[in-house]
Structure formats: C-alpha cells, structure tokens
C-alpha cells in the first residue's frame, strides 16, 4: 500500500515567537508556554499513518496521543505521551544539541515508538493483562519494574525484537507491548520471521486476541493526562539540567579523559585503526568477565561498553601503534571503575 510522504519540516508547522531565537534566549523558556500541539505539527502526520496501521489490521480502537516531556504512557492510564520537541524542528534541533540526539526525530525510529506505546495504549484500554492466558503467556503485571535494571538475555528466543536492547524483557507489560509492535508493523511477515521461535506463540496469541477485540469500544478510557506539556512550567534549562542529571554519564565530555588514557593521540607513519573498531570486536570479554566477577548485569556493562565506543567513534580516536592484549586488560580496568563509581553515584543519591 503507498502511503504520502511525510510533509516538510520547515512548512508543514505554524509559526511561533521562540522559532527563531537562539538556543540561549531559547532555553529561558517554560515548557508550558510553548503552546506547541499535535495539530499542524509533523507528529500529525504520523499518528494518521498509526491509525491507518490500526484500520489495516481491523482494529476500530484509536489510542488517544498528546504531548509530554519524555515517552511513556501511564501505567494503566490508555493515553500515549509523545516528547514535545517532536512537535517543533526547532526544538527538534535544539533537543539534538543539548542531548546529542533526540529520540524518535527520524520517522522510522518515531513509528516503532508509537507502536511500542500503543501496546500498552490497547492493554491499558481493554484490560488484557487480566486475562489468565496472557499473564500465563507474559507473566503477572505485579512484577518488580526496572528498565534500568534487567537481566538480558541477548539471544532469547522466548522474546521478540522490536526496539533496541531486548527491551521486551524488561517486565511483562514491555513485553506485550513490543509483541504488539511486531505484530502491528507492515510489511513484517512476523510468522515467518519468528518461526520455531517460543515467542510465536505469543504473536499468535496477540493475533487472536486483536481479532477478538477488533470491534469492541474499549472497556477502560480516562482523561487523565500525566507529565502533559502544557502544564510543564519548566523552562527549557531546567528541563535539560534534569534530563542530563538523569542519563548524566551518558551525555559527551564525561568520558573524554579515560578514553584518552586508553587511546592516547600518537602520530604513526601507517594507518590508524579506529579505537571504537577495537571496542565492538572485543565487547564480549569485559562484558561476561565483569558481569560475572562483579555480579552486576550484563546489560548495564553492555550499556557503558556501547556509550564508550560511540564517544570514541565521535572523538575519532585510534589505537596506539604498539598496542597488545594488556590494553583490553586495561579497557576491563576502566570499565569496571566506572561502573563501581556510578553504582556508588546511584546509592548515595538513593540514601542520603
């Protein structure tokens, strides 16, 4: 089926005051009074496509999106929250410069979010996970959630793969949800793809379950609309100061210092290999030695190897001419340092 182009950017949007202000006088504003909407925004454009998916599949529910400061929808609450810099390419931008990226700005990332979120959106809506075979299927919602903290099993077969980071492991609601998104996304021969897979049985189920609801007004809607936009009285400093606190060893600068002891800047006569190359072809023994000897999940080392060699890629770094196996020694030494001083960070910021 073809479907339009995504409309341009720059004309598809209404103008407002702060679109042409610098980042600085730009951040001096609250989020609140922005007065950005869904309507008229590049997000409009997007959602439609979503319900065109929902109409493809014969489902007649359309999950209710508005504007929030991060992704999410609610636990329990149907209602699908949608970052407010997507509203804007100005703030589109300004995102991207702060934070060194903005997520779902691309619309193919943008599309896999919302049919992540909608998956919630419908269980919400319909109660699903009161249904005794899907808590058999997916396991009770009472479950203990931290999406910071999970075991990953990278190569289970017992979980689709929809976004990054085997997300759909994290708890039985993420599950769903990204069984939902696979389920839901075109194109995906999702039969084929996931066959002699346990997670079939799971897209199967999804299957007839959604042929079950296809024409049934949902049996739970609410009005509420938490962490709204519109009502967010932080100014854009704030905003980010908070953001950065929160992902705060993520964002660029923090690891200079220690990639540039790892990979100092030496002039050689051949050419250099790319130290981020080094990283991702030797990722796997730091992961399991640390994980296993510090009893820390293989996820968050994982997690600190991928924010390195991104940071390596950007800075361009390159290996010492003279390297040998005492750098991946000293690659472990420093993740492993890391990773200590930020569980160290975590429990003094959780028990002051």
């Known amino acids: 089926m073809n479907r339009p182009a ?85 703030l ?10 903005a997520e779902g700005a691309p619309e193919k990332e943008c599309m896999k979010l919302l049919r992540h979120e909608t998956g919630h959106c419908i269980n919400y809506a319909y109660r699903l996970y009161t249904r005794s075979r899907w808590r058999e299927l997916f396991g009770p919602m009472s479950l203990e959630y931290n999406p910071h903290e999970y075991s990953m099993k990278p190569y289970s ?24 998104a696979t389920w839901l996304t075109p194109g995906l021969d999702w039969r084929s793809r996931y066959r002699g897979w346990p997670a079939l049985k799971k897209l199967e189920y999804v299957d007839h379950l959604m042929t079950a609801i296809a024409n049934q007004p949902p049996v739970f809607t609410s009005a509420k609309r938490y962490w709204s936009a519109a009502k967010a009285r932080s100014t854009l400093e704030n905003y980010f100061i908070m953001k950065r ?25 051949s050419p250099p290999e790319p130290a981020y ?4 072809q030797n990722r796997k023994i730091p992961v399991d030695t640390i994980s296993t000897w510090a009893g820390l999940p293989k996820y968050s080392v994982h997690e600190l190897v991928s924010r390195l060699t991104e940071r390596a890629r950007s800075m361009q770094l390159t290996l010492p001419p003279d390297h040998d196996r005492d750098l991946l020694f000293r690659v472990g030494i420093c993740l492993n340092s890391l990773l ?11 028990n002051p």
Request: aromatic residues 14%; proline residues 8%.
């Open 157 to 180: 077969k017992q979980f689709v793969i929809h976004l990054k980071d085997n997300y759909a492991q994290v708890h039985p609601d993420e599950d769903f949800a990204e069984t939902f």
């Open 92 to 101: 589109t931008q300004l995102e991207k410069t702060m934070m060194l990226e």
């Open 245 to 269: 606190r929160e992902f705060g060893k993520g964002y660029k600068g923090f690891y200079d210092p220690v990639l540039l002891r790892l990979f100092p800047k030496a002039d050689t006569g």
């Open 6 to 90: 995504e409309p341009d950017l720059e004309t598809a949007v209404p103008q407002f005051p702060w679109a042409s202000l610098n980042d600085r006088e730009l951040l001096r504003w609250r989020i609140s009074d922005l007065k950005v909407r869904i309507e008229g925004s590049p997000l409009e454009h997007r959602i439609q496509r979503l319900y065109q998916e929902f109409q493809d599949k014969g489902l007649s529910y359309r999950p209710p999106c508005y504007l929030t400061t991060e992704w999410l929808t609610p636990d329990r609450i149907p209602a699908v929250g949608i970052p407010f810099y997507l509203a804007h390419p100005r």
């Open 277 to 280: 190359r080094y990283l991702v």
């Open 340 to 350: 200590l001083s930020e569980q160290a960070s975590y429990t003094n910021q959780t």
